[in-house]
């Protein structure tokens, strides 16, 4: 049984507690907007879900809610920005509007960031450009949750991958998508629910098979997208490698098994390799390749072939990446979020202490 | 039983067959070096075991051996390039040139081709970056062999992505994949031993399962990475899809279900909403975003942590993507190429065909 909360009712108290964690106004708005659109898009386990754990973090001195946002390198299609420990709500949308400006000028963008915390989802962040007929990306590096094919060891947070791509009258392809068989929060619903998860989702701490919810707590990790080795589990770790090196390591971020857990419970590595976590965004302006007139009238043509893909018979039609965050959001938009049980009381304890109305 | 040739030998072989391709001779030696790399590498499905059929294609006027290779569009960072139906084998290097040309003025240099054919393995492309301190990436369409999830027609190819990353002291992290389930590659070995294959690289012709390597001739179809919907098929056929909206709406060239297949004994769609298949390439300078010495020693500390990753009881330790293809090159470098029996006698055909000694 969920709770159902209108947008407008969630985002006045998210906004609150933004404000009682002295943001600056004018980021308020910004870091509410980029946590309300994952509840917004169905992705329950990225929005309020997660807004205590950014308030603990906040309380521990691990976010700044008040950074000094700096670029401290850069090229003319390129920027490093250095985040001053502040909320990735705010930082990711600044830098990927720097890798927007960029690709308007120099054709394409790319900003990498570093010393950033959680940024919600890359979706937000990728589908900036897509008022600016641009291509965007968006990705991160994470706590470290998978191991690499072979290993037992946590290594490599989930690591997603966002992709947007801009259309003409069909909804956008958006690809976002964690590099593990399973995302997080899938594990977490199944943790709440207590149910069992299918094969090849994670492995317990002997690298054996497991389809217990829970086996992380008890040393196991999870499996990179593909699950073992013979269906290419080895890709899954070379794309969560892909955006830890273009996330971490050239940013200047922590990298691996140095990134820093986004719960306040766990601590921080005592031998940082970087600073904080690390993104990657990018923007690509379609005028820069091809008309985008042109382009975003193929989108359409792609868009509407693949939905006609034959299907099995008796089985569902084929789902365009984002169509079914697209339909959430029009549905949430006007029908409200819902919320479980667990979420609405850990918002509403959340509330009183900060002496905030939820309900 | 293997045939093993050197790899100079090849070489001159593979040279005197582009020669009389009438092949430019400024473009012989990197058409060659660019089909050979994947010999090297130990892709033994991308290299000389293809030139047949280049060379079958080029007899039907599918391959145009003297391309008019043009800018079409560009921007400081970016470039669309058509291909003129030439080799995809030299379209690639000297579009992968363009995109490092640019990245050393402008920081990243992107590049979208239309109009190309196969373009051997995304590596060599990808690598091509490495010399220069810059990131390369490399990813081509391909015609259809795989099928969205829920769906039992073939709309994608095997659409591989390639990232390439500069190290140290340690072999670059070079990851370079199809983003199906399995290559079509091993497919191809496993009809070639006529070996069953693991349950989840393809299904039949109504969606089911199967092991059988030759149910695509028999309308079966290559499943995304991922394998079914449970295991993240999803993200397979998103990245498969950005691969091709990318390399192929991007560039202006087919899509999807319509990309050209490359085998003379099928023709292409007689309705093409593009040119040819498309590429698309990127480099990014390091020293864009970072010092490159501070980022190739953090690359190297980063491989060699990884190389550590705990592997389970009595299992191989974790390989770092690239570290295979590296240690095959040394290897066939020293000691020769291996080739399947069937290859070397298609090749001692091809040779006799075209009046070249191949032995």
Chains 1, 2 share one sequence.
Not at 3 to 23: A, G, N, P, R, Y
Not at 239 to 266: E, H, K, M, Q, R
Not at 315 to 333: C, F, L, S, W, Y
């Amino acid at each position: 049984m969920s709770v159902i909360i209108s947008h407008d009712k969630l985002k006045d108290f998210v906004l609150q507690v933004f404000t009682k964690m002295e943001v600056p106004a004018k980021d308020v708005l910004l870091a509410a907007s980029v946590l309300l659109s994952a509840d917004l898009r169905g992705i329950d386990s990225h929005g309020v879900a997660r807004l205590p754990g950014y308030v603990r973090l906040w309380r521990k001195k691990r976010i700044n809610a008040n950074p000094d946002f700096k670029i401290v390198h850069e090229m003319p299609s390129t920027a490093t920005v250095d985040g001053d420990a502040g909320l990735g709500l705010v930082i990711g949308p600044k830098a990927m509007a720097i890798a927007i400006e960029k690709a308007r000028i120099y054709g394409t963008g790319w900003v990498a960031v570093r010393n950033s915390n959680h940024f919600g989802i890359g979706a937000f962040h990728a589908m900036m450009a897509l008022e600016h007929d641009m291509i965007g990306v968006a990705m991160t590096n994470a706590s470290p949750l998978v191991a690499p094919t072979f290993s037992i060891e946590r290594m490599l947070g989930t690591n997603p991958i966002c992709y947007a791509f801009p259309s003409g009258n069909e909804d956008p392809v958006v690809v976002d998508m964690a590099t593990s068989a399973a995302a997080n929060g899938k594990l977490e619903l199944a943790q709440f629910q207590d149910k069992q998860i299918p094969e090849g989702w994670v492995q317990d701490k002997t690298g054996g098979s497991s389809t217990d919810p829970h086996i992380l707590k008890a040393g196991g990790s999870l499996l990179p997208l593909g699950s073992d080795r013979d269906h290419g589990s080895h890709k899954g770790f070379g794309l969560a490698a892909t955006v830890d090196i273009l996330s971490g390591v050239l940013s200047g971020a922590n990298y691996g098994p140095w990134v820093p857990p986004f719960v306040a419970f766990l601590e921080p590595p005592t031998n940082p390799v970087g600073l904080g976590i690390g993104h990657f965004f990018g923007a690509m302006k379609i005028d820069a390749f091809r008309p985008a007139l042109d382009f975003k009238n193929n989108m359409d043509f792609w868009i509407r072939r693949f939905k006609e893909a034959k299907p099995a018979a008796g089985g569902p039609a084929v789902i365009i990446p984002g169509q079914p965050e697209a339909m959430a959001q029009k549905d949430r938009e006007l029908n409200g979020i819902p919320l479980l049980p667990y979420v609405y009381d850990e918002l509403t304890k959340l509330g009183s202490e900060m002496g905030i109305n939820f309900k």
